[in-house]
């Protein structure tokens, strides 16, 4: 039977009629329910319409998008953004943009589909290596790159089910003395990791010119749509060189204004950041008393594994019946054996919350 949400969706979501705790989904920072957003994008429709109904290399301009990416500058400290209409499009816009002949590409095994699709889609040999493992990542470059191929090394930044943070600084070396690129699909780490919140190259300090990124706004940042960031060169080489920044829409147009408003708001409220940080270490350290593990860097997706005498779906409809909304994944990327409860922390869950949720748990874990 299909739940449906009735309402915005936030630290509490009405669900099938009923007020839920909720952990799900991907809306880490509250932004996308956050009434300043709401009426930006209320506005935006009134004045603007839904669309341009055409290309921005037509008549489809609109200060909307102008004042989105002059926001999305500032936010990343970067020279210029590209924004298009999913997320999922973004490593095919690095790919085409900066793709060469001589291409290999070498993938983690747990990565995004948005990754593999972009890179099946190129036509160029593909070498997946074991997850989030850089020694692994040299042993397929040792026998599998040949003479004149470039190695491109494609990962997720932040992984959407597992929480680990890829160890990028660890790739790059291994690609020290090779001619490569490292293509980063960092849709969740942006807004969540740095101390800015500008993802995972700033929690890496990585400034490297072999290192390209995109993101999204669907996630964190609280709009819709996706972008790719950097220096102005490079980023203008892409749209000259990208078939899906010249072929498809842009962003409708309350979700520009939209974008513009809670990208705003994060860099004049950090304690959103803050915030966000103080609820992972509670969560994390009531899970940990219960016996999970998680990776060292402390990020809003916390993974919840099959362990022995569990079942995993029960404790999903447990915690459900008890009014607290969590997803059991198995069958996503870097999703373990078995699958996991998935719990996604926000910076608008408040301490009670996440303290009956850490209750719920230990009450089923007992009755096992």
Same mark, same amino acid.
């Given at each position: 039977?299909?739940?449906?949400?009735? =309402?915005?969706?936030g630290?509490?979501?009405?669900?099938d009629?009923?007020?839920?705790?909720?952990?799900?989904?991907?809306?880490?920072?509250?932004?996308?329910?956050?009434?300043?957003?709401?009426?930006?994008?209320?506005?935006?429709?009134?004045?603007?319409?839904?669309?341009?109904?055409?290309?921005?290399? =037509?008549?489809?301009?609109?200060?909307?998008?102008?004042?989105?990416?002059?926001?999305?500058?500032?936010?990343f400290?970067?020279?210029?953004?590209?924004?298009? !209409?999913?997320?999922?499009? =973004?490593?095919?816009?690095?790919?085409? @943009?900066? /793709?060469?002949a001589?291409?290999?590409?070498?993938?983690?095994?747990?990565?995004?589909?948005?990754?593999?699709d972009?890179?099946?889609?190129?036509?160029?040999a593909?070498?997946?290596?074991?997850?989030?493992?850089?020694?692994?990542?040299?042993?397929?470059l040792q026998?599998?790159?040949?003479?004149?191929?470039? !190695?491109?090394?494609?990962?997720?930044?932040l992984?959407?089910?597992?929480?680990?943070?890829?160890?990028l600084p660890?790739?790059?070396?291994?690609?020290?003395?090779?001619?490569?690129?490292?293509?980063?699909?960092?849709?969740h780490? !942006?807004?969540?990791?740095?101390?800015? /919140?500008?993802?995972t190259?700033?929690?890496?300090?990585?400034t490297?010119?072999?290192?390209?990124?995109?993101a999204?706004?669907?996630k964190?940042?609280g709009?819709?749509? /996706?972008?790719?960031? @950097?220096?102005?060169?490079?980023?203008?080489?892409?749209?000259?060189?990208?078939?899906v920044?010249?072929?498809?829409?842009?962003?409708?147009?309350?979700?520009?204004?939209?974008?513009?408003?809670?990208?705003?708001?994060?860099?004049?409220?950090?304690?959103?950041?803050q915030?966000?940080? !103080?609820?992972?270490?509670?969560?994390?350290? /009531?899970?940990?008393?219960?016996?999970?593990?998680?990776?060292?860097?402390?990020?809003?997706?916390?993974?919840?594994?099959?362990?022995?005498?569990?079942n995993?779906?029960?404790?999903?409809?447990?915690?459900?019946?008890?009014?607290?909304?969590?997803?059991?994944?198995?069958?996503y990327?870097?999703a373990?054996?078995?699958?996991?409860?998935?719990?996604a922390?926000?910076?608008?869950?408040?301490?009670?919350?996440?303290?009956?949720?850490?209750?719920?748990?230990?009450?089923?874990?007992r009755?096992?």
């Open positions: 039977m299909s739940t449906f949400l009735q =309402g915005p969706v630290a509490l979501t009405r669900i009629g009923r007020t839920y705790d909720y952990f799900g989904g991907c809306g880490y920072l509250g932004l996308q329910s956050q009434p300043q957003v709401l009426q930006a994008a209320a506005d935006a429709v009134l004045r603007y319409g839904l669309s341009t109904a055409n290309s921005r290399g =037509g008549l489809g301009e609109s200060p909307l998008y102008t004042e989105m990416e002059e926001t999305a500058c500032a936010f400290a970067c020279e210029k953004v590209l924004t298009f !209409a999913s997320g999922y499009l =973004g490593a095919a816009v690095l790919i085409q @943009g900066e /793709g060469q001589n291409d290999h590409f070498f993938i983690d095994a747990d990565a995004h589909f948005s990754l593999w972009a890179a099946a889609a190129s036509n160029h593909i070498t997946p290596f074991a997850h989030c493992r850089p020694e692994a990542l040299q042993v397929a026998h599998e790159l040949t003479a004149g191929e470039r !190695a491109v090394v494609l990962s997720d930044g992984f959407p089910i597992s929480g680990e943070v890829a160890p660890d790739y790059l070396e291994v690609l020290r003395n090779l001619p490569a690129r490292l293509i980063v699909d960092d849709a780490g !942006a807004g969540v990791l740095g101390e800015h /919140g500008r993802g190259l700033e929690f890496w300090s990585i490297d010119e072999r290192v390209s990124v995109s999204t706004f669907n964190a940042l709009g819709f749509g /996706g972008l790719v960031y @950097g220096r102005r060169q490079a980023l203008e080489h892409l749209e000259r060189n990208s078939r920044l010249a072929g498809s829409s842009p962003l409708p147009l309350p979700a520009a204004a939209a974008i513009t408003q809670a990208l705003r708001l994060l860099q004049v409220s950090p304690q959103l950041l915030q966000l940080q !103080a609820n992972v270490r509670q969560a994390r350290a /009531g899970l940990e008393e219960l016996g999970w593990q998680f990776p060292v860097a402390e990020t809003p997706i916390l993974c919840l594994p099959a362990r022995g005498g569990l995993l779906f029960r404790l999903r409809e447990e915690l459900f019946h008890r009014g607290i909304a969590v997803e059991f994944v198995n069958s990327p870097s373990p054996a078995g699958g996991a409860i998935r719990l922390v926000f910076a608008t869950h408040t301490p009670a919350q996440i303290e009956r949720l850490l209750a719920a748990i230990r009450d089923v874990l009755g096992q």
